[in-house]
């Protein structure tokens, strides 16, 4: 009896976890097609979350038992996202500014895990620092960058070549590229509805 309960269990688990992950990525898919369809509405949204940030992680560090360090890291990473949101929805994933925060965002997480290793915490006060404090910014930049491919020139960015802007279409990886990959996939596997006449 004990084994079948067992085998049900993880059986539930592997459902579940499945039902999660398909979940999120419909989440994600979502989230980059409204960053894609308001760039404007979403940079003014970032820029608020980062403000929030930054605030609630100063306040932590001056009338919180957290570290200085840990402090002092999450304000550095987040000056750095900051600079990556002047350009925003332009994000050159091979410039300095972009790798610099790529590795802050190590470095934070780092620091945090170190911290929260060293001295004990209630578990929902880890998770409200790291929703918070560690993954808010990283995240909506991480859904920002399918924006990059869909919105055109200006006058006040630089105008690219014609055959620049070909060569970006052609190459074409995104998190939004990667999704309808995966859903053309999943479409081309599932039965289609038949039409009713």
């Given at each position: 009896r004990e084994?079948?309960?067992?085998?049900?269990?993880?059986?539930?688990?592997?459902?579940?976890?499945?039902?999660?992950?398909?979940?999120?990525?419909?989440?994600?898919?979502?989230?980059?097609?409204?960053?894609?369809?308001?760039?404007?509405?979403?940079?003014?949204?970032?820029?608020?979350?980062?403000?929030?940030?930054?605030?609630?992680?100063?306040?932590?560090?001056?009338?919180?038992?957290?570290?200085?360090?840990?402090?002092?890291?999450?304000?550095?990473?987040?000056?750095?996202?900051?600079?990556?949101?002047?350009?925003?929805?332009?994000?050159?994933?091979?410039?300095?500014?972009?790798?610099?925060s790529a590795i802050?965002?190590?470095?934070?997480?780092?620091?945090?895990?170190?911290?929260?290793?060293?001295?004990?915490?209630?578990?929902?006060?880890?998770?409200?620092?790291?929703?918070?404090?560690?993954?808010?910014?990283?995240?909506?930049?991480?859904?920002?960058?399918?924006?990059?491919?869909?919105?055109?020139?200006?006058?006040?960015?630089?105008?690219?070549?014609?055959?620049?802007?070909?060569?970006?279409?052609?190459?074409?990886?995104?998190?939004?590229?990667?999704?309808?990959?995966?859903?053309?996939?999943?479409?081309?596997?599932?039965?289609?509805?038949?039409?009713?006449?």
């Open positions: 084994m079948l309960l067992q085998l049900l269990s993880w059986i539930s688990f592997l459902i579940s976890l499945g039902l999660g992950t398909l979940f999120f990525a419909a989440g994600l898919y979502y989230l980059a097609e409204l960053v894609e369809e308001h760039t404007v509405l979403a940079k003014k949204v970032l820029t608020n979350v980062w403000r929030f940030v930054m605030v609630t992680t100063v306040l932590l560090g001056l009338f919180s038992p957290l570290s200085f360090t840990l402090s002092l890291v999450g304000l550095v990473a987040h000056a750095s996202y900051f600079v990556l949101l002047q350009t925003f929805p332009f994000f050159d994933l091979t410039s300095v500014q972009f790798i610099i802050l965002v190590v470095a934070h997480h780092y620091a945090a895990f170190s911290h929260f290793g060293e001295v004990y915490y209630p578990f929902d006060q880890v998770l409200a620092y790291f929703t918070i404090c560690v993954w808010a910014m990283p995240f909506g930049l991480f859904v920002s960058l399918t924006a990059n491919e869909n919105v055109l020139p200006t006058l006040g960015e630089q105008a690219a070549a014609p055959d620049t802007l070909e060569k970006k279409q052609r190459k074409g990886f995104s998190l939004l590229s990667a999704l309808n990959f995966i859903k053309s996939r999943t479409d081309s596997l599932l039965p289609e509805r038949g039409r009713s006449v």
